[in-house]
């Protein structure tokens, strides 16, 4: 590994990012890894800190060591960055050098910076960002980073629906995982029409089907040359299982330690129902064409119709107060969004499956022992 602790005073001197977005389960993971794998490019773990700490720095211009060392600390406080494995010290002590006229932008990049692959580097290009939520704050990041781009990764609305299910990432409800679908789709296709030189959507299927066509494509995109060992992320297989605890790779992120395949593509043709099928092709409608996808089912009845509402209307209620939450304190919103989705849908599933819910419990403490 390389530790690539850089700082320079001049942001232009510094690597522009780029960030992969698109639907939790949809192959964002994936694309981390691959892009990780380059020898010119850093990608570290998934952690919302620009986004979460946005509101509270991102309009200073002077930072005093007193500041630079608050920022330090909410940086280490943010879910997830523990992953990254920087030491606090290092984190602390490499930011208050900055002390002066420095931009917000500038310092997430050299908190970046800090990070040590599991992957060696060679000349430093270009710096990744992996984060499914960021789907939504696109706009944000361009008014940070305006010479950023983005990779939104599309799956198929069935199969994402099917991995969600799995991993419990979300309420189990066909419209409303299909209505998030269609909303992230939807918001960052308008970001792109007014950018069209700065976003890049792939699909999943095609990505694991001609990997060898598709990861060149991007590469170009991306202003940086096709490497070959790119594929061959999987090698750092046993590196992984230092930094996941074994439950969440075994269950979450299995793929991470395997070659790219198609193993995950049209699995819901195997595990949905008719029922479930409909009221996806119901919710996604026309859109599914659009970005690709075959509907099974493009006439729907009234009960199809009726059945989706519930989880439309939770959808629709669970975006609007992402938005109201946003506005919050950046501790305080981080503990909502984490923590409130969870505690709403294990509050639902205790009055319509209770039975669910406690298989749910169940697992969660057992992944918490492996």
């Excluded at 070959?228 to 979450?252: A, C, D, Q, S, V």
């Excluded at 989880?311 to 975006?319: E, T, V, Y």
Aim: glycine letters at 4%; one cysteine or more; charged letters at 25%.
């Amino acid at each position: 590994m390389i530790k690539n602790s850089i700082i320079v005073s001049n942001q232009n001197n510094l690597p522009p990012f780029f960030f992969i977005i698109g639907r939790p389960r949809s192959g964002t993971t994936l694309l981390k890894m691959l892009f990780d794998a380059h020898s010119s490019v850093l990608v570290p773990p998934e952690c919302q800190f620009i986004v979460d700490l946005y509101s509270k720095y991102h309009k200073k211009g002077y930072w005093s060591v007193a500041d630079l060392k608050r920022f330090a600390k909410d940086v280490a406080g943010v879910w997830r960055f523990e992953m990254w494995r920087i030491p606090y010290d290092l984190l602390e002590s490499t930011l208050i050098k900055s002390e002066g006229e420095v931009s917000y932008p500038e310092l997430c990049k050299q908190v970046y910076l800090l990070y040590n692959s599991l992957y060696a580097k060679t000349e430093l290009k270009l710096l990744g960002d992996k984060n499914p939520g960021y789907s939504i704050y696109t706009k944000r990041l361009m008014k940070l980073f305006p010479e950023a781009k983005f990779v939104f990764i599309t799956r198929d609305y069935r199969d994402n629906f099917v991995s969600i299910m799995d991993v419990k990432f979300d309420i189990p409800w066909p419209s409303l995982v299909a209505w998030k679908w269609v909303y992230y789709y939807k918001r960052v296709k308008r970001e792109a029409l007014k950018h069209p030189d700065q976003y890049y959507f792939v699909n999943y299927e095609a990505l694991t089907a001609n990997p060898l066509e598709v990861i060149p494509s991007i590469c170009e995109f991306l202003g940086i040359s096709f490497e070959p060992t790119m594929l061959e992320y999987y090698e750092k297989k046993e590196e992984f299982t230092k930094m996941y605890r074994p439950g969440i790779l075994k269950n979450i992120h299995s793929n991470i330690i395997n070659e790219v395949n198609t193993s995950r593509v049209d699995v819901w043709k195997k595990r949905l129902t008719e029922k479930q099928v409909r009221i996806l092709d119901y919710v996604v409608g026309d859109l599914a064409e659009e970005a690709g996808y075959d509907r099974v089912y493009k006439n729907h009845s009234i009960m199809t119709k009726i059945s989706s509402i519930p989880g439309i209307l939770f959808a629709m209620m669970i975006i609007g107060a992402t938005s109201v939450i946003d506005l919050f304190p950046a501790k305080v919103r981080e503990n909502l969004l984490s923590k409130g989705p969870k505690a709403v849908a294990f509050f639902i599933l205790s009055i319509v499956n209770p039975k669910k819910l406690k298989e749910i419990k169940q697992k969660i403490e057992s992944n918490k022992m492996q």
